[in-house]
Every structure is written in structure tokens, then in C-alpha cells.
């Protein structure tokens, strides 16, 4: 309800209305539900006053929602992902956000559908506790060198997508993962690494913790025809698995 009060305030609404959310996704999960939540407002509220706002704007404007108006800690890259849509390579430089689009042939998305399982743990988490203690440790020279590494493997990540090499993506998230868990204590547990020994024992390439860790969702990225056996294993082991698909419209409203 905060984030809907700070849409209305930020928009300067000036007559009373009625608004109504819902969310297929899990709370607090890691898969940028309150990201997307924002951008959606921002998307109605503009259209219901006859503004008009690029989707860069509006993503900008979500951040602002949960930065200047909620005072949350929050990144920009769920704010993007939800107002573009599609594969993108994102670069922060400050306050500065630039986005290419990465073109994948529908045979290639498709096949990354196919091979992907994503999981929901049953628990959800502030991700801004996360990123709270990931600064702490940043500020006093604990984690610089997994930063600089995560930096690295997106830049390798973007050639494994853009070439084709699904077996390299997985492989890199593998590395990811490594490099994520380094940044604070706080983002893995014991349930996540058992979820994780036993996706990989059943044939998943590699995955990581969705958003900023510490429970919510893990997203793992299987070997050729082995999805079906790292679902029912993880299912065996009391997670849930979540069915999905990649959107490459973004935010829409009509």
C-alpha cells in the first residue's frame, strides 16, 4: 500500500480513484515484484492524467518511488527489465543507465524456456535488508573484488547470449553465483545450498538466487532434455516451482 501512496503522491494525483493490484508472482521472492509493481503504477496513473512517459522515465520514476519516497535501498535494473522487456545489457555508471537490446532467435528463447526451472522457496525477504548489509561490507573493503568479478561474468554472459552458447550461459551462472554469494553471508542459507546440490546433481548447468538472495526464488538453467528430472527433485525436496516466460513487451497500458 506504501508503494501505491507514493505513485499517487509522486504524480501529483489531484482527484480520487480506485486502484486495485495483484500479482501473480510471490512477495518479496527476488523476481523485482515491487520493481515491476511500480512501473505498472507509474504506467496507469500517467495514462488515467494524459501523460506521457518514455519507458527509460518511467523506470526512472518507479526507482524514485521506492528511493525517495519509501527510502527502501534499491538498485535500477528490475525498474528497466519491467518498462523495456526482452534481453538487455545493461550498463550503471553513477546515476547513469544505458540498455542495448539483445536479439535472440525464437528458437533460442524458446530453447532457454525449455531448460529453465525456476524455484520459490516458500519464504520471502526485504531485499533492501540484503542490500543494506552488501553496502556495509562494500564501504569497509570487503567485497570489491566479487563486485569486479560479477561485472566480468555479465560482460561474458552477454557474448555466451548473443553467440548462442546456452551451455556457456549455464556455466556462467554457475560463476555468478560464486562471485553473488561472496558479497554478504546474508544471501545464501542452508535451504538454498540444498536446493542448489541437488539441481546440480540432476543435471542443472548452473543457476543463482534471484534479485538479492537470502531466500525469495533461484532460477537454475538445465543441461540438454534434463529440466523434468531437476523439477521433480526439487519438488521431492519441498520447493515449488514456479512456470514462467520471457516477456519482450514490457510495460503496457490501455
Known sequence: IDLVKAAVKRLNVEYGLN????????????????????VALIGAISKSLKKY??????????????TEELGIFSGKQDHYAAALGGFNFMRFDGG???STPIKLPKDVVLSLEKHSVLVYTGK???????????????????????????VEVAEEMKIALATEDLAAFGQLLLDNWKYQKQMHLSITNEQINELFDIALKNGAYGGKACGAGGDGCVYFYCKENTEHKVRKALEEAGAEILNFHFDFDGMQTW
Do not use: C, W, Y
Not at 527509460?56 to 518511488?65: M, S, T
Open 96 to 98: 547513469t543507465v544505458s
Open 53 to 66: 512517459f518514455l519507458p527509460n522515465e518511467i523506470a526512472e520514476l518507479a526507482v524514485k518511488l521506492e
Open 19 to 38: 486502484i486495485i493490484t495483484r500479482s501473480e508472482a510471490p512477495p518479496g521472492s527476488g523476481l523485482g515484484t515491487s520493481a515491476s509493481m511500480g
Open 124 to 150: 520471502s525477504r526485504l531485499s533492501s535488508n540484503i542490500h543494506e548489509h552488501v553496502i556495509d561490507s562494500f564501504n569497509k573493503g570487503k567485497n570489491q573484488s566479487a563486485l569486479k568479478n560479477l
